[in-house]
């Protein structure tokens, strides 16, 4: 009977133990946000979802349906759809209508820069490395231009993404 | 195929072609020799359904006076074109398949387009939104070709969007769009001029650095990016050459370069006359082992018997003038199959549509007089038995199927190709 009862005990402390709360140490650090990132996005934009963000994403307005329905044209018409949605973003790009930051702007706080492009077309904050590579190129690189960051990150891989 | 998967087999494919012999499935230590006839074909689709009774049965005297024999037709509503731009009729550099046969399935544009190009008789409706179920002419081209080509090579070029974008590739899963043709619709995409005609150029340097950020960004989201949605795929270098020759079509239009379009008056000229000029314009820049294109004014006829009569006549002299540039492109002269072939024809029985003349309109509903078509097949004369006619009403010869063989056959990569899709045969009564 006692053996029955030194066994119910423990089965009892054992359980709590799961429950049990665990101190939290914190640590001098800062706190970090953790968004998704690019590889758990998984849904392809359709070609008309690709062309109105982008529309959207550079002119900070709804694409006017006119426009829309020549870009879909236009994408149509050819076959080699990276092709045909670079020559696409290259217009939109050209346009002095696209809200493209200034030098400047980039080279005082690329990391900023960095951040709200992330943030812009990717929906998601830049990982740390993403961060030191481009500031790297940034800082050491007096040929790159916000256009060339924002070119690339247009016709990059995860941008086709949601 | 994933893209990027592709292009590491691809390079390592290469590599390995150099430092070893390659086993082909079959067994096989090399390809088999290819034995070409010509080194180019372009394949002309004389669509939109045209009837023999008003082509080469010259029911309405003749309204392909580039192509055959015959005295011109004298029916009402005919605009006035140039003479031939071509100095002797077609038929006399070609073999005439008089009563060719689109023997089954719906006549239906679409799946007379599919038929023509996969080889393969469709006998059910097609899904318009979806790439065909069989490989394309392109695909076989592109993967058994020996020595291997780029789709800068191959041309699908289109008269109009619709579900036509769609033939430049299949659905089949060993073939698809690794081995699809380009794409072109020229007057859809130059109808789009302001949203194509200004784009920033970047100079060498920032071109690379693009492709070092880009670089970053693609490795760093590596998740085998499939290709969905990207469509045929160019080589960068091909790509760089597409885009600098699309270039080269805006800054023609923003100098009036397509106004008279193949010698044709602006106001005279139709969608297929600048579908023919823009397919030129990809003849003289790439001079492509394989193009196809497509014309299709023709099916006015449904409510509109007169002109398509007039866009009869319109097609032939755009083949005529097709055939010219051929002959006066280096590389492509004398060395060039040019076939042509209507995708389907129409009912014998007219419907109820009058025109502006009183004649009644023609739809193509699958009566055998609408699987009654022709074909032309125009080469050298060494290849070529030229001037001659096969095939009578009573006893036709050749069908649509029979294109897709014969076209590999003459380009030589026939015997390379495994699957046994196609069911028709070599035109060899066309060859010497």
């Known amino acids: ?162 | 195929m994933k893209r990027r998967k592709f292009l590491k087999k691809s390079t390592l494919a290469t590599a390995a072609a150099f430092s070893a012999p390659f086993i082909l499935p079959s067994g096989r230590l090399f390809a088999k020799t290819m034995n070409r006839k010509v080194n180019h074909v372009v394949f002309c689709l004389f669509a939109g359904g045209v009837r023999n009774l008003e082509s080469v049965h010259l029911n309405e005297g003749n309204l392909m006076p580039a192509t055959l024999a015959g005295a011109d037709s004298t029916i009402p509503g005919l605009d006035p074109l140039p003479p031939s731009p071509h100095p002797v009729r077609l038929t006399t550099e070609g073999a005439l398949f008089k009563e060719f046969r689109y023997r089954e399935g719906p006549t239906g544009h679409f799946n007379g387009h599919t038929v023509a190009l996969t080889g393969v008789y469709t006998n059910t409706g097609l899904n318009l939104a979806a790439n065909p179920q069989y490989p394309t002419l392109f695909e076989y081209y592109l993967k058994h070709n020996s020595p291997s080509v780029t789709a800068r090579n191959a041309w699908w070029v289109s008269n109009a969007l619709g579900p036509y974008p769609a033939l430049n590739y299949s659905s089949h899963p060993s073939y698809g769009p690794i081995y699809g043709a380009n794409h072109l619709a020229p007057t859809a995409l130059l109808g789009a001029y302001d949203v194509i005609r200004q784009p920033k150029q970047f100079q060498f340097h920032e071109e690379e650095l693009i492709k070092k950020v880009r670089g970053f960004l693609n490795k760093n989201f590596d998740k085998e990016s499939s290709n969905d949605g990207k469509g045929n795929f160019n080589t960068e270098a091909d790509a760089e050459s597409i885009r600098n020759f699309l270039q080269s079509m805006i800054t023609l239009v923003d100098q009036g370069g397509y106004l008279n379009p193949l010698g044709m008056p602006t106001q005279t000229a139709n969608n297929d006359v600048f579908t023919i000029f823009f397919a030129e314009e990809v003849i003289k820049a790439f001079q492509p082992e394989l193009l196809v294109v497509n014309m299709t004014d023709v099916d006015a006829c449904h409510s509109n018997y007169s002109q398509y009569c007039n866009n009869l006549r319109k097609a032939d002299y755009a083949l005529a003038h097709l055939w010219k540039t051929i002959q006066e492109t280096p590389g492509m002269a004398d060395d060039t199959l040019l076939v042509v072939v209507p995708e389907h024809g129409r009912n014998l029985e007219t419907n109820t549509v009058q025109d502006v003349y009183g004649r009644f309109g023609v739809d193509h509903t699958g009566d055998p007089t609408s699987r009654e078509i022709f074909s032309l097949i125009l080469g050298p004369d060494s290849v070529i038995t030229r001037d001659t006619v096969y095939g009578t009403p009573a006893n036709p010869v050749g069908e649509s199927i029979d294109i897709v063989p014969t076209i590999a056959d003459a380009l030589g990569f026939l015997p390379n190709i495994t699957s046994n899709f196609l069911s028709g045969r070599v035109l060899n009564e066309a060859f010497r």
């Open chain 1, 1 to 162: 009977m006692r053996s029955y009862l030194f066994t119910l005990i423990a089965f009892f402390f054992l359980l709590s133990g799961c429950q049990q709360e665990q101190d939290i140490y914190l640590y001098e650090v800062n706190p970090v946000d953790v968004t998704q990132d690019g590889a758990n996005k998984q849904n392809l934009k359709s070609d008309l979802e690709f062309l109105s963000l982008a529309f959207s994403d550079l002119f900070g307005q709804t694409v006017p349906n006119s426009v829309l329905n020549m870009m879909v044209t236009a994408y149509n018409s050819l076959g080699d759809k990276t092709l045909v949605a670079d020559i696409l973003i290259r217009n939109m790009l050209n346009s002095p209508q696209a809200q493209v930051p200034g030098a400047s702007e980039m080279r005082n706080n690329p990391q900023a820069f960095i951040t709200a492009t992330f943030n812009k077309f990717y929906i998601r904050d830049p990982q740390e490395y993403e961060i030191w590579f481009l500031t790297d190129l940034i800082e050491n690189d007096q040929q790159i231009t916000p256009e060339i960051i924002w070119y690339a990150v247009l016709t990059s891989d995860e941008y086709r993404y949601f």
